[in-house]
């Protein structure tokens, strides 16, 4: 029997299987399709300070082997999810990750503050935001801007922190080593790649956002190369890996390229019950590697 | 534990109109449990993993007694073209029932239902799970080829048929009809619809008081409530058409009033 428990950043995962945020609601609509319990964790829909409407449709778009989306980070506000649906949701028997997301460092501050004295574990910073002080700049794309969001944050969580790094960038280690900078805890990549889609008929873009976030298999060699760019760039952060994981085959994979644990995201739209089936698929393969710990997975690239 | 993912055999795929395509699945007693009509099937295309999504396609019929899931569509992408070619005998991964469905309380006797094109699909399931209201329905087709069903619904249902071009009984759009048969005073219990949106503004424009029910359309993703992007712009809201819907009071629909 492999050991499937993997460590983020002082919090025990019973596997390294995480749902990523903004492709399992806020758990509860997936109690219907999977034992909640069996997630490693479980990663809660982007908050903000205030509710936000998210984009007009048509928000969502197939490609070839991806989806591309434009929901706008659509949630009802933090104070209205404390009082709505963490009560039915903080019981589930296993890590709670809450994402938070913002459009001034203010804003991610007072949802961390928020959220710090409930039963939630990690918090996932969301620096794919554009800084509305700041031109509109992401977060995610300056170095300066992002060690600034991530210190700030770090002050008033009183828990540990994730950084979800955006691919939109030429060098991910160097943001990679901004959020180390500014004390983050652990590291997550990648989110979706901005992209478009037309119809070459009517010239019109398929979302009404005109661009939008691409995810799954397409996307799955770039989010590969990054984790292992993140990785080789020694920080000392563990590293949660995702794009595009639809196997467990393919979470082994982003181990081995240097994640401690993965986030299912695309793969969930298509199956709902799919994290738990990775997360099976998974230990079956590490089993089947004679490992006596999954962990022993993460970072073995062979490259002789 | 309620159970809405699963695997079913295809009973028959046959064409029935210009491309639309009616399917029979087989189906669970979890399933009939929980049916409504209204609600829809999400469905992986088979052989086909480089598209990620899901089809939503309506519940056309449901057959208590032989357990069978009748689901029409029309074959238009590349997805719903890979559907119809799908065999008696194949499998399909599906999840049903999802959305909230149509309901009609006790007070509700004269039921009007009033479908364009693939949204008369549907309007059928009303009679299999209310087969004593006194319906009356309006179906607009775009011409002769395309119609389908239309002589199931005068087997329950004081039908009205319109085709755009007249190539098949009444020339022009069934809403029209219906304003007409209004404006005679006829007035039923409530109103239920499925079409195209400009379908939905012109019957928003006459139904007045009247309780009317639209089941609404959107691209979706997961059809399970947690990608929120299949949303349409309900009471002010961005609202999941997957879970909150398909089914809203057209009042509270704010771009048929735009």
């Not at chain 1, 409407?53 to 404390?82: C, H, K, Y």
């Not at chain 1, 920080?235 to 085959?249: D, K, N, V």
């Not at chain 1, 994979?253 to 994290?275: H, K, L, Q, W, Y």
């Not at chain 2, 890979?82 to 959305?99: E, F, Y």
Request: with cysteine; charged share 20%; hydrophobic share 40%.
């Amino acid at each position: 029997m492999t050991d499937m428990r993997v460590n983020i950043a002082g919090v025990e995962l019973k596997n390294p299987i995480i749902t990523a945020s903004g492709t399992f609601g806020f758990a509860e609509e997936y109690g219907l399709y999977m034992d909640l319990s069996k997630l490693g964790a479980f990663t809660l829909k982007a908050l903000t300070r205030e509710p936000r409407m998210g984009n007009p449709p048509i928000r969502i778009a197939e490609t070839a082997s991806g989806v591309l989306n434009s929901v706008g980070l659509q949630n009802p506000g933090v104070d209205e999810f404390l009082r709505t649906i963490w009560p039915r949701v903080k019981g589930i028997d296993t890590v709670k990750i809450a994402n938070i997301a913002g459009a001034c460092v203010e804003d991610y501050v007072y949802v961390a503050e928020r959220l710090s004295g409930t039963e939630i574990d990690l918090f996932e910073v969301n620096v794919s935001c554009p800084n509305v002080k700041h031109g509109g700049v992401n977060f995610g794309t300056d170095e300066k801007t992002l060690r600034g969001v991530v210190e700030e944050v770090k002050k008033v969580s009183g828990k540990p922190i994730i950084v979800k790094l955006t691919p939109n960038v030429t060098h991910i280690a160097d943001m990679a080593k901004a959020a180390a900078d500014g004390g983050a805890d652990a590291l997550s990549l990648i989110n979706t790649i901005t992209g478009m889609s037309i119809h070459a008929v009517t010239r019109r873009p398929l979302l009404a956002n005109v661009t939008g976030g691409l995810s799954g298999p397409a996307v799955k060699p770039v989010a590969l190369r990054m984790v292992w760019e993140v990785y080789r760039a020694n920080l000392g952060l563990p590293i949660i890996g995702m794009g595009g994981i639809m196997t467990g085959a393919d979470a082994a994979e982003f181990m081995i390229a240097g994640a401690d644990a993965v986030m299912v995201g695309t793969a969930t739209m298509r199956n709902p019950s799919a994290a738990e089936e990775i997360g099976f698929e998974l230990e079956q393969f590490a089993q089947k590697a004679g490992l006596n710990r999954v962990s022993e997975l993460t970072g073995s690239l062979n490259i002789e | 534990m309620i159970k809405k993912h699963f695997t079913e055999q295809v009973l028959s795929n046959d064409l029935i109109a210009q491309n639309t395509y009616l399917m029979k699945l087989t189906c669970t007693e979890d399933f009939l449990r929980l049916y409504r009509p209204g609600q829809f099937a999400h469905i992986e295309i088979p052989h086909a993993k480089e598209l990620l999504l899901r089809r939503p396609i309506s519940i056309n019929y449901v057959d208590f007694e032989k357990k069978e899931v009748h689901l029409a569509y029309n074959a238009i992408g590349r997805g719903t073209r890979l559907l119809s070619l799908v065999r008696a005998g194949d499998t399909l991964d599906v999840l049903m029932p999802l959305g909230n469905g149509f309901q009609l309380t006790d007070g509700m006797k004269k039921v009007w239902l009033v479908g364009g094109g693939i949204g008369i699909a549907p309007l059928k399931s009303l009679y299999c799970k209310y087969p004593d209201r006194e319906y009356t329905a309006f179906l607009g087709y775009r011409n002769r080829e395309c119609v389908y069903q239309a002589h199931d619904f005068e087997g329950f249902a004081k039908t009205h048929i319109t085709t755009d071009d007249g190539s098949y009984c009444t020339r022009g759009f069934c809403t029209d009809v219906l304003h007409a048969e209004l404006a005679a005073n006829e007035t039923p219990d409530v109103i239920l619809a499925c079409g195209p949106h400009v379908f939905f503004k012109s019957l928003a424009g006459v139904v007045g008081d009247i309780p009317t029910f639209v089941s609404l359309e959107q691209h979706m993703g997961c059809g399970t409530g947690g990608c929120a992007t299949c949303v349409c712009k309900v009471g002010g809201q961005y609202r999941k058409v997957c879970l909150q819907g398909p089914v809203f009071d057209i009042r509270e629909v704010d771009s048929f009033y735009d």
